[in-house]
């Protein structure tokens, strides 16, 4: 690793520990009980919806820029699906099983809760910033891919 990635890392990482250490994910309630640990995380329902909303607009952005550009130069549009209607289902699929998987959250946090009571208090922050920075993450995967392929498929038309 050369000395500009290693200070790239660093910087990630300083950031990260201060966004961990915010507000937002901080609880410092000693014995937080099972409706302050369902409140504490359906507080925080809203903001992650947004969060992981708006990296699902990105990837559409994404997605319907490569189906634009890939449909203009290689008529298919790459990404988009057929019925176009398709992708609000998929969209809205997404969305219900996000919110299933975040309720599954504050189930474990509780589950954790009774079997190691003292590891229980940090599990809920650790596992909400790590679960809110994976579906972030997986959200940015579709538009990246589908990114990646329409240039490759470009790169190949334009090399002929």
């Not at 599990?123 to 589908?146: D, E, Q, W």
Request: proline share 6%.
């Amino acid at each position: 690793m050369t000395m500009k990635e290693s200070s790239i890392a660093k910087s990630i990482i300083r950031a990260m520990q201060r966004l961990v250490n915010s507000r937002f994910f901080s609880r410092d309630v000693p014995d937080p009980g099972v409706w302050r640990t369902i409140g504490w995380w359906e507080v925080r329902r809203v903001p992650y919806n947004l969060l992981v909303g708006l990296a699902g607009v990105v990837t559409c952005v994404v997605c319907f820029i490569t189906a634009l550009v890939c449909g203009h130069f290689l008529g298919d549009p790459i990404g988009l699906p057929d019925p176009p209607g398709f992708a609000f289902l998929g969209i809205a699929a997404y969305g219900v099983m996000a919110n299933i998987c975040y309720t599954g959250g504050w189930i474990a946090e509780l589950m954790v809760q009774q079997v190691w009571p003292d590891e229980g208090k940090a599990f809920g922050k650790i596992s909400f910033f790590l679960g809110l920075i994976f579906s972030i993450l997986l959200t940015l995967v579709p538009g990246g891919l589908i990114a990646a392929i329409g240039a490759i498929r470009l790169l190949m038309h334009f090399s002929r």
